[in-house]
Structures are given as C-alpha cells and as structure tokens.
C-alpha cells in the first residue's frame, strides 16, 4: 500500500481535463444580478398547480430578453435615426409644392409623452437596483438609450446633420429629481462600464475626491 501523492501543478492536470462545454458565466459582469429580473406582480405563495412566483420571474426574464426597441419601431414603418431633430439646411430646404418633409419638420417635446402613471417601477427604484446585498457601492443598471454614433460630434453639436442615432446598451449610473433626466455612460465591447482607466464606474461616477 502507498500513500497518494498529489502532483504539484494539480490545477493544470485539471485544466487539461475539460469534457465539454461549460454552463458557468465567464464573463464578468458589471451589473448587479436583480438589475435584470423583472418586477412580478403576483403573490409570492402560490396555490398547487399555479406558476411559482420564482419561475414566472424567470420566464418574463427570458421573454423580455427577445425583445430589441430598435425592431420593434421598425415593425412600425419608424426610423430611430428621425427621432432626433436636426439643423434644416438652408441649401435643401424642401418647397411647400414638393411632397417630401414639410419645410419645418414637427418636433413636439419629449415631456408630452413622458407619462409614468403606469410604469412599473420609480426612477428611484431603478438605480437601487445597481445595490447588492452587503456591498455600499452602487453599480450601474443596464439599459438602452438613443446616442449618436459619434461621441465627439455628438457633445459638440446633437443635431448636426452628420450625426447617426442609434440604440445603444448603456449603464444607467445616476438619476437627476429637477431635470428628469437619466445620466448614462455606454458600455464598451464585453457590455462593461469602465472609466478611462478601465475601473468599474460606482456610485453614478462620483469619486471620493468628490
């Protein structure tokens, strides 16, 4: 009888064994695991022979997740890159005879239709959503916003003709009561939320230097 002797690169004899390919999420995540469960509203005890409050979750997790904003306005004859106003161009200034757009396009105010009587949570409860349980620092929530393509041109001038809009995944990192406005930073190829060092972005971007 001999004892067992281990080797001493046990970690890459396992490595090597590799019998398929694996279920666990290799990816690192800067969003919080709630930030995508929807928000069920259903009794959380259900009766024998009703769908669990846990599995409903799940399936209108995975429901949502076939859902693309950008297909859906297209389905509706809607170009998201119209959304956006632009400068008129004096030299293709479109005559009131000529059946194209009309000479001062109809831009009617984001706010007439910013109704929340039916949403399903407050803006407040959106960001903390970025809180994990025993963690003081607030990750971003993901989400989708319309964004020109050009970072540059777009904070000089938004309604540049040159411009291209379109809809963008985005970490939602702050909310703002007077404004109404969200503050959003897009994320970058592997869906991360990094600053310009590559650091995580906590707490709506603010340092502790202030």
Same mark, same amino acid.
């Given at each position: 009888?001999?004892t067992f ?8 004899? %396992?490595?090597?064994?590799?019998? *398929? ?6 990816i690192? /995540? ?10 069920v ?11 669990? =409050? ?6 209108? #997790? #995975?429901?949502?997740r076939?859902?693309? !904003?950008?297909?859906?306005l297209?389905?509706? *004859?809607?170009d998201?890159?119209?959304l956006? @106003?632009?400068?008129? /161009?004096?030299?293709?200034?479109p005559?009131?005879?000529?059946? #194209?757009? @009309?000479?001062?396009p109809?831009? $009617? @105010?984001l706010?007439?239709?910013?109704n ?9 409860? =959106? ?7 025993? /963690? ?6 993901p &989400?989708?916003a319309? $964004? ?9 001038d938004?309604?540049?003709q040159?411009?291209?809009?379109? =809809? !963008?995944?985005? +970490?939602v $990192? ?8 969200? $503050?959003?930073?897009k ?10 060092? +590559? #650091?995580? !972005? %906590?707490n +709506? +971007?603010?340092?502790?230097? &202030?």
């Open positions: 009888v001999t002797k281990m080797p001493e690169d046990f970690e890459s004899v %396992l490595d090597k064994q590799v019998i *398929g390919p694996t279920t666990e999420n290799l690192k /995540s800067d969003f919080p695991v709630q930030s995508f469960k929807p928000k509203q259903i009794a959380f005890k259900r009766l024998p022979g009703q769908c669990p =409050w846990e599995i409903e979750i799940e399936r209108r #997790r #995975r429901l949502y076939t859902f693309d !904003i950008a297909e859906l297209a389905g509706k *004859g809607i998201s890159n119209q956006m @106003p632009r400068h008129q /161009s004096p030299d293709n200034m005559t009131i005879l000529e059946k #194209r757009d @009309p000479v001062f109809i831009y $009617l @105010p706010k007439i239709f910013d929340t009587d039916y949403d399903c949570r407050t803006p407040e409860e =959106w960001i903390s959503l970025g809180l994990e349980p025993g /963690s003081r620092d607030r990750k971003p929530v &989400g989708k319309l $964004l020109p393509t050009d970072d540059v041109l777009g904070r000089e938004p309604k540049s040159k411009l291209v809009y379109e =809809w !963008i995944d985005v +970490g $990192l702050d909310y703002d009561k007077e404004t109404e406005l969200y $503050l959003v930073h994320t970058d190829k592997n869906r991360q939320v990094r600053d310009e060092e +590559g #650091r995580p !972005i %906590l +709506g +971007g603010i340092t502790p230097e &202030g």
